[in-house]
């Protein structure tokens, strides 16, 4: 479809709601779910006073389109339970902006999906609601955190979803899932109404079933919001969204450059660490946790094969490949769990059972209260980061760990636009590249029980994801190749507001290999 035409608003058919029954009866992906909505798409406004009679670009009309909202981002009238056991029974009593936004082009939200708790996590197994099961195979995760809206649009119970994406939450389900994942630059869609656990490096992101659908919802939601001081225009000299200039020359950050990054970090460690330092930590077992992550960091053969797939076909395309290393890559882990855990500790702190979040029965005081609501309320992955975080935040500590991510994260930023360009487009000088490819996740959707990876594996893994969220900077994850019977992705990083550059290249990619499906999808739109 060109820019130019106008759809046709859908109209569900008769098979459409007994198909979405059955797929959510296999793989759980709604926490509240009801696609009738579909059949009255106008009896659903939830607020169109900020966005409502907004002029669309040409061809972005959703309307009467259903899609999916994680359950972080507020719709009013439907949950926002954030995955926690402590919020289950909350309901949004207003809607996000990106919400609003497509509420005015006429889509029609049929149902909140599942997450892991608050965000956090790889798998969206840490929901304290329910299980999520990958469409591909139910007996693997979908990843996460979010998982549920992946598998929604994989299964073909909805064209597109909203999720958030704080260091990969939307690539990388996205790539388990085998669909279109988008994760705007900071800042290009409104934050408003997003329950976030990390602000500075939080946003809403689009996961679609084709790269023409995740442009077009990605049109329709972006700009400058007055209820959210972070959002913003893109600035003068930016690629427009659509038809911008061609892209020629991708930098490719291999996994032998990645494995040279954290070798790199090992020796250094040794070489500026005491025989043991003020946390009693020895060399010898910061060493284990740098080799245990070096192997997590390492790609399964099957994701192997799917990188180079995509690696060889997007030089049959005509792109030029060239290989880049980024510095700093070495400690985007480190800088990202630090600065991430802090902002949580402070964020989560307004879940108390006080003013939000389901109380005990009995407590004596108000202090007893918050524990006791708290300790029902919150999983594991939420404790352990909000002591994390409240760890690297104490009186003496921030210079050492906090402070540092921070001056970490100004690196990894700097170590980007020396090859993507800077995000003010101040220099006219052309970068050396337009895109950089990389892997998105070092396995496959990974099994539960004995198959499942470790928490520590799965953070050592978002490597591959966290340093876009640290920079700030937009990246696409889409569908590679399909090796044994499950969906590989690679992902795509950009510069600052170069949304359409990615889009571009994942469209010719698309074009020559279309989306791969899972067994029983069905599409009920064009």
């Known amino acids: 479809m060109s820019c130019n035409e106008e759809p046709m608003p859908f109209k569900a058919p008769r098979d459409y709601l007994p198909y979405a ?46 899609f999916a909202v994680k359950d972080n981002i507020a719709v009013r009238g439907f949950s926002l339970s954030c995955g926690s056991k402590l919020l289950e029974r909350l309901k949004a009593p207003y809607t996000a902006t990106a919400v609003e936004k497509l509420l005015a082009a006429g889509a029609v939200p049929v149902g909140k999906t599942n997450l892991d ?49 704080t260091g990969g939450s939307v690539r990388q389900p996205a790539a388990f899932c085998g669909v279109l994942g988008l994760k705007p630059t900071y800042g290009a869609v409104s934050r408003f109404g997003l329950v976030a656990y990390a602000s500075s490096l939080e946003g809403i992101g689009v996961l679609a079933d084709s790269v023409r659908r995740c442009r077009d919802v990605f049109a329709v939601i972006r700009g400058k919001d007055p209820l959210d001081q972070t959002s913003r ?22 996994p032998e450059a990645v494995a040279r990054a ?14 043991e330092d003020r946390d009693g930590e020895s060399p010898e077992t910061a060493g284990a946790a740098l080799g245990i992550a070096a192997q997590a960091a390492e790609l399964e053969p099957e994701v192997r094969r799917g990188f180079e797939t995509a ?14 290393e980024i510095p700093s890559l070495k400690y985007g882990v480190p800088a990202y769990y630090t600065i991430a855990t802090a902002e949580a500790s ?49 009186s003496g500590f921030q210079d050492r760990y906090y402070l540092r991510a921070q001056r970490i994260r100004s690196a990894i930023r ?46 050592a893994a978002d490597l591959y994801t966290c340093c876009a969220n640290l920079a700030g900077l937009p990246a696409l994850s889409f569908p590679a190749s399909v090796e044994g019977g499950l969906p ?39």
């Open 21 to 66: 029954a059955q797929w959510e009866d296999k793989i759980g992906a709604f926490i509240e779910f009801d696609p009738r909505r579909v059949e009255n798409p106008g009896g659903d406004r939830a607020g169109e006073g900020r966005a409502g009679g907004a002029a669309l670009p040409p061809g972005t009309n959703p309307a009467g389109l259903p």
């Open 117 to 165: 708790e608050f965000g956090m996590g790889s798998s969206t197994d840490n929901s304290g609601i329910k299980r999520t099961n990958n469409p591909w195979d139910t007996g693997r995760v979908p990843g996460g955190s979010s998982g549920g809206s992946a598998a929604a649009v994989a299964a073909g119970m909805v064209p597109f979803a909203l999720g958030s994406d």
């Open 488 to 526: 590989v992705g690679v992902q795509l990083i950009g510069r600052a507001f170069a949304e359409g550059t990615l889009l571009d290249i994942a469209g010719d990619w698309e074009t020559a290999h279309p989306v791969p499906r899972p067994a029983g999808y069905r599409s009920f739109w064009s």
């Open 262 to 275: 954290i070798a790199g970090a090992a020796a250094e460690r040794r070489a500026f660490r005491q025989p």
């Open 311 to 324: 690696k060889a076909g997007l030089a049959e395309l005509g792109y030029r490949l060239t290989d880049v």
């Open 414 to 459: 700097r170590d980007f636009e020396s090859l993507l360009g800077d995000g003010e487009y101040r220099d006219a000088a052309a970068a050396p590249c337009d895109a950089i490819l990389l892997p998105v996740f070092p396995t496959r959707a990974f099994g539960r029980g004995a198959a499942a990876l470790s928490p520590f594996a799965q953070k």
């Open 346 to 394: 402070a964020n989560l702190a307004r879940f108390d059972g006080v003013r939000y979040g389901a109380r005990p029965e009995w407590a004596e005081n108000p202090d007893e209260l918050i524990d006791k609501a708290r300790q029902a309320g919150f999983g594991p992955e939420v404790k352990l980061r909000i002591l994390l975080g409240t760890f690297v935040l104490r």
């Open 233 to 254: 225009e893109a600035p003068d000299g930016a690629p427009p969204l659509f038809k911008p200039p061609r892209a020629k020359t991708i930098g490719v950050l291999s």
